[in-house]
């Protein structure tokens, strides 16, 4: 079974960076991109970009471009989000996302949502 | 970047009704549309892919349909389970944008 899980919620006061976890694991690792979607609360859904756990490349929203950093680590399977320079606005649930296939841009795996408070 | 614009924003309806949520995109994205489910403090739910593919699992009074700009949902005959929060979601092109949300409530 596929599964998604994602490291648990943290607190951080503005200005700081953030990193969270997401471990996949019934699959082979390499053969599917990540996603990060983010949800303030009360709100929509908000992509932040994508990564390739093969080669490492990745594709950021131009909106967090230069904040964000997608990486992955392929001897324990898991990507990371790092999001730097935090305000308010950055409070959110942080999912991790699994396309389907390789091809595709949607998506029917997630992990559990990781909530991020950023609060003086 | 695309917008994808849902309407209604919130919709209150009984048991058994026929429910439809649009969802507009400001270009062409010809059949790349999702559409999702989300319960409170879960991560959402794909339902449709494709514009119009059920995915597995999916019961079969939900449909969708519509290509280019103009897309919908339609929960044939609604259910207690259903009563959620639905997003349609573009996956045409970089960066990949969500619709604003439709409620779904009990009247």
């Known amino acids: 079974q596929v599964h998604l899980v994602q490291s648990g919620a943290e607190v951080k006061k503005p200005g700081a960076s953030v990193k969270v976890s997401c471990q996949a694991s019934?699959?082979?690792?390499?053969?599917?991109?990540i996603h990060w979607v983010r949800q303030a609360p009360g709100q929509g859904l908000e992509w932040m970009g994508i990564v390739n756990p093969s080669g490492g490349s990745t594709s950021y929203a131009q909106k967090f471009q230069g904040r964000v950093t997608m990486t992955r680590d392929t001897s324990t399977s898991t990507v990371y989000m790092e999001l730097s320079s935090l305000r308010s606005e950055d409070t959110a649930v942080y999912y991790c996302?699994?396309?389907?296939?390789?091809?595709?841009?949607?998506?029917?795996?997630w992990g559990q949502g990781t909530l991020v408070t950023v609060s003086s | 970047d695309i917008q994808m614009t849902q309407s209604p924003s919130s919709v209150s309806a009984s048991v058994g009704d026929r429910v439809t949520i649009t969802c507009r995109a400001s270009q062409d994205i010809s059949s790349w549309l999702a559409w999702y489910q989300q319960k409170p403090g879960k991560a959402p739910k794909l339902l449709i892919y494709g514009a119009s593919t059920l995915q597995s699992g999916v019961p079969s009074r939900f449909s969708g349909s519509g290509s280019g700009t103009d897309f919908s949902l339609t929960i044939s005959s609604l259910q207690p389970e259903d009563f959620a929060t639905y997003y349609c979601q573009q996956a045409n092109s970089f960066t990949l944008t969500f619709g604003g949300g439709t409620k779904v409530e009990i009247k």
């Open positions: 019934g699959y082979i690792f390499t053969s599917y991109y």
């Open positions: 996302a699994r396309p389907p296939s390789e091809s595709s841009l949607w998506f029917d795996r």
